[in-house]
C-alpha cells in the first residue's frame, strides 16, 4: 500500500546508495574544477608565452621609431602603432553611424510601422542578413573590399579601402550592440516625452540615445578591439607598406598585420612578440574600459 | 456642471478586431477633479489615454466617434499641440535620467524655450506648483533618480505643469507610493484643481471619493469590452449610485 502522506518511505534510497550520490557530486565538482582550471592556465600560458619572449625587446625606441624593413626586421613599429590608430579612427567614423542609424531605424521607427508591411518586411530580411553576416569570417570581408575597393573603385591597397572593409566587417556587429542598447531603454522614458508633446525625433535625440549611449559605447569599443585585432581584411586591403601614411590613398601595416610579417618574413621573432605584447595590453586596456561602463550602466539599470 | 472641457461622443476603441471600450459619452467640466474608477480591465487607461492620443502610438488602434477639447475635434488638432495642452501623469514614477531641472525643463525647451533665466523661473514654478520646491531647491542639478518615490512622482507632476497644460490625466498617480506620500499627491490634486481640470484613473475608491467631485464607473463583461456604466458627482455615486452594478462595486461585492 502506497500511503500518499508517507511518501518518504516508498523510495528506494539506501544509505550506500547515498553515498554513492555524494562521490559521484564530488567527482562531477573535481572535474568541473579541473576544466576551470585548465581553461584559465592555457590562457595564462598564452599571455605569458609571449609576455616573457616579447617584453625583453620594448622600449621607448621600440615604440616610437617605424620599421626599417630586411629580413633582420630592423626598427621599432612606430607606424603600425600610428596605421593602426589611424584605421580604428576610420573604420569606425564610418561603420559607428551607420550602423547606430539602421539601430534606431529598426528599433524606433521600423516596429511599430502602422500597417506598413514593406518596412516590416525589410526589417526582418536585414535582421537575418545582419546576423548571417556576423558569422562570416573576415577574410571573406576582406576579399570583398579587395574586389570593390582596391580594384573596381581603384582606391588601391590604401587606408581608405581597408578602412571601408574594415566598417563592412564590423556593421553587423555594430547594428547589434546599438540595437540591444535601445532596447535596454525603458518605453517610460519615450512615453513621458511624447506625451509632453515632443516628437518622436526630439524623443530619440533628447532622451533615447542619452540613455542608451553606454550601451553604445560599449559597443563602439568592443568594435576599437575588433579592428586592432583583425589580420585578415587588411592583409588583402591595406597593402604592407611600413611607412608612415601620408595621406587616406597610401598603404600600412596595423601592428597585427605587423606581427604577420616580421613572424612570416623575418628573423626577427622577438620583435613580433613584442608587437604582441602591445597588442595585448591595447587590448586589456580596451576590455577595462568596456567593464567599467558596463558597470556604470548596470548601477545605473 | 460649468464649462465642458473635455466630451466624448459615441466613441469606440478597436485594437484590432478587439474592442476596447464601446460607444462612450462623456463630458468632463473644466477645473473639477473627475475620477474614473472600475475594476482591472474595463479600459479605463484606454480611456484616458484618449484624451491625449497617447492610443496612436499602438499600431493597430482605431477610433469610431469623436473627441473634443474646447469643442475643437482632437484628431484634427496638431499631435504635439495637443498633448502640450493635456499633459499627463503615468502610474509608476518615470523621471528621465538627467538632473531635476532638466526633467521639469525638458517640455519647454521640446517647445522651443532656450532662453535661461525664463527657464530657471518656469523650472522654480513648476516644483513649487507641485509641492517639491523646498526638498529640491539646492539639488537641482542632482538626478532625478536619487529622489524617493513619491518624490519622483510630484517632479513628474512638475514636468508636466511646465508645459503650461489645461488639462491633466493622471493614471493611478499614487498606485506605486506609500500611504504618506499618497496623501500629499492627493492634497496636490486638490489643489491643482483650482487652476486645471484634472481626470484620474484609480483603483482606490476611498481616494476617489477623497479627491474627485465628479466620478464615472466603467465596468466590462466576459467580452472584455469596456463600457461607461455610471456618471455623476462624486456624492452621488457614492451615496445613491443608479446602476446595480456601481453599487456592487462600491461596496465591494466585486472587482
Known amino acids: ?301 | 456642471m460649468g464649462q465642458i472641457k473635455l466630451e466624448m461622443v459615441h466613441y469606440s476603441l478597436y485594437y484590432g478586431n478587439f474592442c476596447a471600450l464601446r460607444d462612450i459619452s462623456i463630458q468632463i467640466p473644466a477645473r473639477q477633479v473627475t475620477a474614473i474608477i472600475g475594476p482591472s480591465g474595463c479600459g479605463k487607461s484606454s480611456f484616458l489615454r484618449t484624451f491625449n492620443r497617447m492610443n496612436d502610438l499602438i499600431s493597430n488602434a482605431r477610433v469610431e466617434g469623436r473627441v473634443f477639447l474646447d469643442g475643437q475635434d482632437i484628431w484634427e488638432m496638431d499631435v504635439v499641440e495637443l498633448r502640450r495642452r493635456v499633459g499627463m501623469v503615468f502610474q509608476k514614477p518615470n523621471p528621465f535620467p538627467k538632473s531635476i531641472f532638466d526633467n521639469v525643463a525638458y517640455g519647454p525647451r521640446a517647445h522651443g524655450l532656450r532662453d535661461r533665466s525664463r527657464l530657471e523661473e518656469i523650472v522654480e514654478q513648476s516644483l513649487r506648483r507641485a509641492a517639491l520646491w523646498d526638498e529640491v531647491k539646492d539639488d537641482l542639478n542632482k538626478s532625478a533618480l536619487t529622489l524617493s518615490g513619491g518624490q519622483q512622482q510630484r517632479l513628474c507632476i512638475a514636468r508636466a505643469l511646465a508645459v503650461e497644460p489645461e488639462v491633466i490625466l493622471m493614471d493611478e498617480p499614487a498606485s506605486a507610493l506609500d500611504p504618506i506620500a499618497t496623501l500629499r499627491i492627493e492634497a496636490l490634486i486638490r489643489e491643482l484643481r483650482e487652476n486645471y481640470t484634472i481626470v484620474i484613473v484609480t483603483h482606490n475608491m476611498q481616494q476617489a471619493a477623497r479627491v474627485s467631485d465628479y466620478t464615472a464607473f466603467f465596468f466590462t463583461d466576459e467580452s472584455r469590452t469596456g463600457m461607461l456604466i455610471e456618471y455623476g458627482e462624486t456624492k452621488q455615486i457614492f451615496t445613491s449610485p443608479r446602476d446595480r452594478r456601481t453599487e456592487d462595486y462600491i461596496t465591494g461585492r466585486f472587482g
Open chain 1, 1 to 301: 500500500m502506497n500511503d500518499p502522506l508517507f511518501v518518504g518511505q516508498g523510495f528506494p534510497s539506501t544509505r550506500g546508495q547515498y553515498r554513492w550520490e555524494r562521490l559521484k557530486q564530488r567527482l562531477a565538482f573535481t572535474l568541473l574544477w579541473a576544466s576551470g582550471a585548465i581553461a584559465i592556465l592555457a590562457l595564462l600560458a598564452v599571455v605569458i608565452t609571449v609576455v616573457l619572449r616579447g617584453i625583453g625587446i620594448i622600449d621607448l625606441e621600440f615604440l616610437f621609431t617605424s620599421p626599417r624593413g630586411g629580413i633582420s626586421g630592423e626598427g621599432g613599429i612606430f607606424s603600425t602603432i600610428v596605421t593602426t590608430l589611424y584605421l580604428v579612427i576610420l573604420t569606425l567614423g564610418i561603420a559607428t553611424p551607420l550602423g547606430v542609424g539602421a539601430a534606431i531605424y529598426f528599433v524606433e521607427y521600423a516596429s511599430d510601422s502602422h500597417g506598413k508591411k514593406v518596412s516590416a518586411y525589410m526589417v526582418q530580411v536585414a535582421r537575418f542578413g545582419v546576423e548571417t553576416l556576423a558569422g562570416v569570417p573576415s577574410i571573406i570581408f576582406g576579399l570583398f573590399g579587395y574586389i570593390l575597393f582596391v580594384s573596381t573603385l581603384h582606391f588601391g591597397f590604401s587606408l581608405l579601402s581597408a578602412g571601408l572593409a574594415g566598417a563592412c566587417l564590423i556593421l553587423p556587429v555594430s547594428i547589434r550592440t546599438a540595437e540591444e542598447a535601445l532596447k535596454t531603454v525603458p518605453r517610460s522614458y519615450r512615453e513621458a516625452s511624447l506625451a509632453l508633446g515632443a516628437t518622436k525625433w526630439q524623443t530619440i535625440w533628447k532622451v533615447v540615445l542619452p540613455a542608451a549611449g553606454p550601451g553604445i559605447a560599449t559597443g563602439i569599443i568592443l568594435n576599437v578591439g575588433r579592428v586592432i585585432s583583425e589580420t585578415a581584411v587588411f592583409y588583402v586591403t591595406l597593402g604592407g607598406s611600413y611607412k608612415l601614411p601620408s595621406s587616406l590613398l597610401s598603404g600600412g601595416r596595423t601592428m597585427a598585420l605587423h606581427l604577420y610579417y616580421l613572424a612570416m618574413e623575418t628573423k626577427a621573432f622577438d620583435k613580433a612578440m613584442g608587437t604582441g605584447v602591445v597588442l595585448i595590453i591595447t587590448i586589456v586596456v580596451i576590455n577595462l574600459i568596456v567593464r567599467y561602463l558596463s558597470a556604470k550602466l548596470a548601477a545605473r539599470g
